[in-house]
């Protein structure tokens, strides 16, 4: 069988998504491509001049600044709080749905 060759123009398409999204087997699936050979791919174009990777840019985006992402958190727990309310809410309007 006969490998498959890809451009120069296209390895760097997908090296520069995987960065963008930082998760390698997300962009892996996209394109129809291993995410072993887009994290290779990821490395040979950056080298060891910039040994940026996947997991540093995840881990660089986990220790952005404290203040943005504890209002991050404040605002997803205000959410997860309507929620829980609405589900209360429509919970007691099928008990009394039910009891009619």
């Given at each position: 069988?006969?490998?498959?060759?890809?451009?120069?123009?296209?390895?760097?398409?997908?090296?520069?998504?995987a960065?963008?999204?930082?998760?390698?087997?997300?962009?892996?699936?996209?394109?129809?491509?291993?995410?072993?050979?887009v994290?290779?791919?990821?490395?040979?174009?950056?080298?060891?001049?910039?040994?940026?990777?996947?997991?540093?840019?995840?881990?660089?985006?986990?220790?952005?600044?404290?203040?943005?992402?504890?209002?991050?958190?404040?605002?997803?727990?205000?959410?997860?709080?309507?929620?829980?309310?609405?589900?209360?809410?429509?919970?007691?309007?099928?008990k009394k749905?039910?009891?009619?």
């Amino acid at each position: 069988m006969k490998r498959k060759r890809y451009s120069p123009e296209f390895k760097a398409q997908v090296v520069k998504d995987a960065v963008e999204v930082g998760n390698a087997s997300i962009v892996a699936r996209r394109h129809g491509l291993s995410v072993n050979m887009v994290s290779r791919w990821v490395r040979e174009q950056n080298g060891s001049k910039n040994p940026l990777s996947l997991t540093s840019i995840r881990a660089q985006r986990q220790t952005d600044d404290p203040k943005s992402l504890s209002a991050e958190n404040d605002k997803l727990k205000k959410i997860i709080g309507e929620k829980e309310l609405e589900i209360e809410i429509l919970r007691d309007l099928l008990k009394k749905k039910n009891q009619l």
